[in-house]
């Protein structure tokens, strides 16, 4: 049996890769370095809660805690029964086999991976390399690091690695509508620097396995955010055998209030019910359909198993049966009332104990429970159309608080106490949603030309003509339809926001000409008073104001009036010279006629 490649080789291969030069080979690959780095990090140390207690007292977790903290997911797509790995069991995930013949399998990666896990799954399931280089190049990793200019990738390079964007929506605690827009600059500055030193504790091996990593974090309120994290999935061509996988690496895995601090985490002195993220809520027949009301229960859970369960090479009940897809999210943290007991109860989360509770974390967990699995084992996208909704259904509810947003911004635009101070903090907030907006539409489009150029995909697909072909096209037209929809609507709110901008450029111009007028009325009257006041001073200096009314001299004072009264008349003919002209030309023309 052939020596099972080492992490150092793994490592090794990593850095000569992205070391070579253009003066030793045609195709060199120095955007490889941030992969380089991550697979290079120190191993994490044991990091300090909030609560003063070691992250490490995590891993003493009940049976259904564990499943949501593993690191890796692997579902077997023909009998839609996943097996889930903690990280700490490297070992066990390199010696399980799939009982019987698998077809196909998508293997989830949940989190932030130790770099040894990149090389177990990588020898495992051969994965290319792009995988791990794409999901890391806007990350932390690739911080630093000479840019190359290599993203984003052209549409023949995306037909076996391609990546999504799944946006959350969360919320902090005011709780109005503001009167005027809002002034978010400096809020956006403090979020940015606690975004790089998030960064910066991801760079140096701060991060458990299994714990959420975020891509980017938006501000478009004082209230509302959005949180931005990526998946990147790659889809092998059949084997001989005909069996195929597909890898699916999710910034998402571990709740985010057991990862590292970001601008997520609740401030100081708030209470954990102000900082909310709002669910993706993915709409369809699917996602409603009448399900028993003993299912829905908190705390109707399948009984625990042993822990001897979680290592598949050791048992044949090994393979975990997933919880009831209908299931709420809140069912996954349960703990059992006394030793040896079978029956679960709820957990509570404590009031001050705040928790995300992204159910996109969870789409591993409960992933094909709304699929066919005769369709899903031979037919690749199929398989991952549930991912795909999702992440259209998180698209376009960001695309709703986009359009909110915008419509919000210029509700503003010719308000009677609106001023350039206001427009100005419109045109920033409007530039700022279009960034985003034409990063999303970008995403969104590389998906487009993926589902358009599907039969340039070396990809399992069902054969024709059967049901299953049938099912298969048919998911196919409305992920494609789906998507097309997100595309035209990301167009459409960037016209919008361009038209919002014109508008306030055009008011913000019309106001600094209002404000112009103004200030040459202004300066017209101060013109006038010095029209009269000049003279006048001029005829005082001349006389002196000796009077013999002031007792300071022998003339009389009218002859001050005398001499003023003509200055005064005369600067005031010179004052309104032009309009004296205008009127004797007037007076001419209607003499003529």
Known sequence: MAARPSQEDFAEQISLLSQQSSKETLYPRPDFTALRRYVKAPAPGPRITSDGSSAASFTSLSHDETITNAFAVIHDLQSGTPVYFPSASLTEFSDYKPPGAARGSLVFMRGYARPEWLGAIGEKYKVDLELYQRHLQNKPFAAGGRDCYSTPC????????????????????????????????????????????????????????AESMVSNCLQFSKKTYVLEQT??????????????????????????????????????????????FVPVVV???????????????????????????????LSRHSTLRPQAATSPPWQLNHHHQGQGSSTPVAHHTPAEEWRANQNVCLLPLRYGSCLDKNVAGNDALYAISELLRFAAAAEAQFFSLVDERIQQELSFVGRSNAGGRQYAISLLNLNYIKTSLRLHAASIAGTVELLGGRGMLNWPRVSAPTSDFQVAERMAALLDADFAYLLRQAEALAHQCDR????????????????????????????????????????CSIWGMNFREMGSGQMSIWMWFATAGPVIIFSFIIYRMELIKKWVAKARDNNEE
């Open 154 to 209: 052209l549409p023949s390079a995306s037909t076996r690695v391609f990546q999504l964007t799944i946006p959350t929506i969360w919320e902090r605690g005011t709780d109005f509508n503001p009167c005027e827009p809002e002034d978010l600059e400096r809020d956006r500055q403090h979020m940015a620097k606690s975004l790089v030193e998030y960064n910066r504790q991801m760079r140096n091996g701060v991060a458990g396995g």
């Open 231 to 276: 998946v990147t999935v790659e889809v092998g061509p059949p084997s001989t055998g005909g069996s195929w996988r597909a890898i699916i690496w999710m910034d998402s895995g571990k709740d985010l209030s057991r990862g590292v601090h970001g601008p997520w985490s609740p401030p100081p002195g708030s209470r954990a019910w102000e900082t909310y």
């Open 283 to 313: 709409q369809g027949p699917s996602a409603t359909r009448i399900v028993s009301s003993d299912t829905l229960r908190p705390g109707n859970l399948r009984p625990e198993p042993s822990p001897a369960t979680l290592r598949p090479q």
């Open 500 to 539: 919002g901008i014109d508008t306030l450029a055009n008011s913000s111009a019309l106001e600094q000409s209002r404000r112009s007028a103004d200030n040459a009325m202004r300066v017209e009257k101060l013109t006038m008073l010095a029209s009269i006041f000049i003279p006048l001073s001029f005829v």
